[in-house]
């Protein structure tokens, strides 16, 4: 059988859409996949920040009128660029199993400030989680409320310059600008087989991910005959771990234009829930743990709190 695999044209999306040939083929081998590229808004603007061009939905719209038109079968996403509302009639029939959820630093090397690199851990993982290797004042590249939020409650003197485009494009601008450093997700850079290059991971707890981070979205028809094979490719905790943090940013009402962030783990069975929202300049962040069976009970009750000053 054939299936028509719609994905953006990015080095990240084609290896993400890559995972998921390789599970469905572990699972039919005579499964017969072929690659759809698809140009989104979020690809041809590449000189703003997502948040003044309208945010979430970007690089999915082009793709769900793909589905919608029966050009493609199936369409895979970084569950994070996934807005809130699915288009009529889709679904997302699988998560995969998450990445590596944190952001992490790449520093400059060439930076005219080589101090910055003096305190820098390199270790990969645990404990370092403080940003130890940035001098005051150091001038990091992110286009994303949610990182800029984080790092200014950080460290109010960190300069946050705007900077967008894929990984390739963003290291040469941190480069030609040259500024201090630059935030990536860990999961895009460990995908491309590129996490050699990253300076520092930043423990959630400092830097709450992006809602979704480090997972795959598979997307389809509501009612296609291939959903029972694609929802083989879901990961159960994945799955219900991004749900609590969808509930958590759909109750606070999640744009791409207010910074939000969640992070949920199954611990010992229970869903274990970080939540960080930015409120009149004020960064607010709370934690919650409850069962495994209701993740969106618990994300509403997550924002609720973190709204009202009760979370702790
Ligand atoms: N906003 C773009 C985007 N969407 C997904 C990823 C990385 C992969 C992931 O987090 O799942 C990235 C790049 C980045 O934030 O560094």
Request: charged share 25%.
């Amino acid at each position: 059988m054939k299936i028509r695999i719609g994905s953006r044209a990015s080095h990240l999306a084609l290896a993400q859409t890559q995972i998921v040939i390789d599970a469905l083929k572990s699972i039919d081998n005579s499964l017969d996949c072929e690659i759809v590229k698809i140009s989104t808004r979020g690809d041809r603007w590449v000189d703003r920040p997502l948040s003044e061009i309208g945010g979430k939905g970007l690089f999915v719209k082009e793709i769900e009128r793909a589905l919608l038109d029966g050009e493609i079968d199936i369409a895979v996403h970084s569950m994070k660029d996934m807005p809130a509302e699915l288009a009529d009639g889709l679904c997302i029939a699988a998560v995969l199993k998450r990445e590596d959820p944190r952001d992490a630093l790449i520093y400059n090397n060439a930076s005219a400030d080589k101090k910055i690199l003096a305190n820098s851990t390199m270790e990969h993982g645990g404990a370092n989680n403080q940003l130890k290797g940035l001098r005051p004042g150091a001038r990091i590249g992110t286009s994303s409320l949610r990182r800029t939020a984080q790092l200014k409650n950080l460290d109010s003197s960190f300069e946050v310059v705007p900077l967008r485009g894929n990984v390739d494009t963003r290291l040469k601008k941190m480069k030609e600008q040259g500024l201090d450093a630059i935030i990536l997700a860990a999961a895009g850079l460990k995908r491309l087989g590129m996490d050699n290059i990253i300076s520092q991971y930043i423990s959630v707890d400092i830097m709450v991910p992006a809602v979704g981070q480090g997972a795959i979205a598979v997307e389809m028809r509501d009612g296609d005959p291939l959903y029972d094979t694609i929802r083989l490719l879901n990961h159960r905790e994945t799955e219900i771990c991004v749900r609590a943090e969808r509930a958590f940013m759909n109750e606070l009402g999640g744009s791409c234009r207010v910074p939000i962030g969640a992070y949920a783990e199954v611990i010992d069975g229970d869903i274990s829930l970080l939540g960080m929202y930015q409120l009149d300049g004020k960064l607010k962040k709370g934690k919650i743990a409850g069962k495994i069976d209701e993740p969106e009970i618990l994300g509403i009750k997550l924002a609720k709190q973190i709204v009202s000053g009760t979370s702790i």
